[in-house]
């Protein structure tokens, strides 16, 4: 009796001091961060790994991805997409750059699922607004509504591309492509694959305001993200837990605007009238893809107080924390769950989806 | 109300006001200033107070420090985006001149948040 208790006494040391050894042995996991200019704007990332030397390698595939993407996806300088914008606009069968046409077929897709609101073919209002340049519109002034409404009565509409296998052409001449409500979330989507290709289980990258994780950070807790307030630059609106593989994207209309008597002019341009979406402050989404969350905030924002419900479901968005106009918030229930630390200034109220 | 009432509505008040504006902000004081420009990346502290010209790629812009606070005060963009949005004196906060390739992020205590979006 008294030998076989030492013996299990002896064993149960023997699989503690094991224990401690392996954990003695195993390498911290290092943290990585970093921000650089890339598409347009600042992108912060967070990179956790044990080997530093993988950590580097993947900042720098960082760098070239977004490069190449930023050099792909441009709308208004020479590349991929420009070109594909003079071919369309000849209503003639050409064959796309392969790089561009993944963009092309899952923004369509998206588009129809947002009733168009979410439309990239209204590069030529976007340049109209002069929102097409690096450094804000020449002129603040809002363009001629003769114009504008010339414009949107041409509707055109990504339905209007057709696409072959790799060949395609538009059947309306007014399309011209612009990608930039959905081209961060692909970017996040393609560099997410690529650090996890890459042997890196736990990072967050943050584009403008954009950001998709895997992983969790180095204290092994859940990423922890703040949700601007739209109108006071120092203060949130919530803080959110982001789970491995989600992205959380806001749109919002105080990044890219210009003020014209007063009154705001801001980058999210509703194609049913031609003028920037009033109706919304800002728009946070929460969901796995973070190229159907760039777009979904996207088509949300555009839709305002009264649709965003329907929008969101068509959209399979489960996570939606609306700001209108006015400053009042609405949250899905889910989102609401999810919401900490809520601003105790904020008029904040559950909405169901349909 | 009697005089401890009183006493501990005068303090409980202002006490749960300051715990509330700290709770609530995004992050806490910084101690240093990470800059960077196409040209270089450099950490200054936040403890002086002073300016700095910087080359970027349009030009020269002008960020000022000054109690633990940063700014851009000018810049040769055309928007001037980046002074209109003021001091940033919390860490974690960025403020960028886009067209000018800089940006400043106050990094100091730990931030409460990993990101932001916006």
């Known amino acids: 009796m008294l030998r076989t208790l030492l013996f299990q006494y002896i064993r149960l040391i023997l699989v503690f001091t094991s224990v401690l050894f392996t954990s003695a042995c195993q390498q911290k996991s290092e943290s990585y961060s970093n921000s650089i200019f890339a598409l347009g704007t600042i992108v912060d990332f967070t990179i956790v790994h044990r080997d530093p030397a993988i950590i580097q390698r993947a ?9 190449y993407m930023h050099f792909a996806f441009h709308a208004w300088q020479p590349g991929p997409l420009s070109r594909i914008n003079q071919l369309l ?46 450094f804000g519109p020449e002129d603040e002034t809002p363009p001629d509504s003769e114009k504008l409404q010339q414009l949107v009565s041409s509707k055109p509409s990504l339905a209007d591309i057709v696409i072959d296998n790799v060949q395609m052409h538009s059947k309306n001449p007014a399309v011209r492509l612009d990608m930039g409500a959905i081209a961060k979330g ?29 992983g969790q950070h180095s204290q092994g807790r859940p990423w922890y993200v703040g949700i601007k ?34 009154r705001r002019y801001h980058h999210i341009i509703d194609p049913r009238t031609g003028y920037p979406a009033s109706q919304s402050q800002s728009v946070t989404v929460i969901t796995e893809s973070a190229t159907r969350a ?61 | 109300m009697t005089l401890a009432d009183r006493l501990l509505l005068a303090f409980v008040i202002p006490g749960i006001a300051l715990f509330a504006y700290n709770t609530w902000q995004p992050s806490t004081q910084a101690k240093q200033v990470e800059i960077i420009t196409p040209f270089e990346k450099k950490i200054v502290p936040l403890y002086a107070n002073t300016s700095m010209m910087l080359a970027g790629a349009l030009g020269k812009s002008k960020i000022d420090i ?24 919390h860490s974690g906060e960025l403020r960028a001149c886009l067209p000018n390739k800089i940006s400043l992020r106050l990094i100091g205590q730990t931030s409460k948040f990993d990101s932001i979006t916006f």
């Not at chain 1, 900042?59 to 490069?67: A, C, E, F, H």
């Not at chain 1, 790089?99 to 439309?119: A, C, D, H, R, Y």
């Not at chain 1, 904020?346 to 349909?354: F, Q």
């Open chain 1, 186 to 214: 692909y970017a996040l989507d393609r560099i997410i694959e690529h650090l996890q290709d890459q042997g890196i289980q736990s990072a967050i990258i943050n584009a403008g305001g954009d950001l998709k994780a895997i």
């Open chain 1, 294 to 354: 760039d777009a979904a905030s996207t088509a949300l924002f555009i839709a305002g107080p009264k649709d965003w419900p329907a929008i969101a479901a068509a959209m399979n968005i489960k996570y939606v924390l609306f700001v209108d106009a006015e400053g009042n918030a609405e949250a899905t229930p889910e989102m609401l769950k999810r919401m900490q630390e809520i601003n105790p200034a904020l008029k904040l109220i559950s909405r169901s989806l349909p």
């Open chain 1, 229 to 262: 307030h739209p109108r006071q630059a120092n203060a949130v609106l919530a803080g959110l837990n982001v789970m491995p593989g989600e992205s959380v994207f806001t749109s919002g209309d105080y990044e890219r605007f210009f003020v014209h008597e007063n």
């Open chain 1, 59 to 67: 900042s720098q595939s960082i760098q070239q991805d977004l490069d």
């Open chain 2, 66 to 89: 000054d109690h633990h606070r940063a700014r851009f005060s000018s810049s040769p963009c055309k928007t001037k985006f980046c002074i209109h949005q003021g001091w940033a004196s």
């Open chain 1, 89 to 134: 606009e000849t209503t003639a069968t050409f064959t796309v750059n392969p790089s561009v046409l993944p963009l092309i077929q899952t923004s369509k897709e998206l588009s129809l699922q947002s009733q168009g609101l979410f439309n990239p073919a209204i590069g030529h209002l976007v340049r109209l607004w002069g929102f097409q340049s690096d």
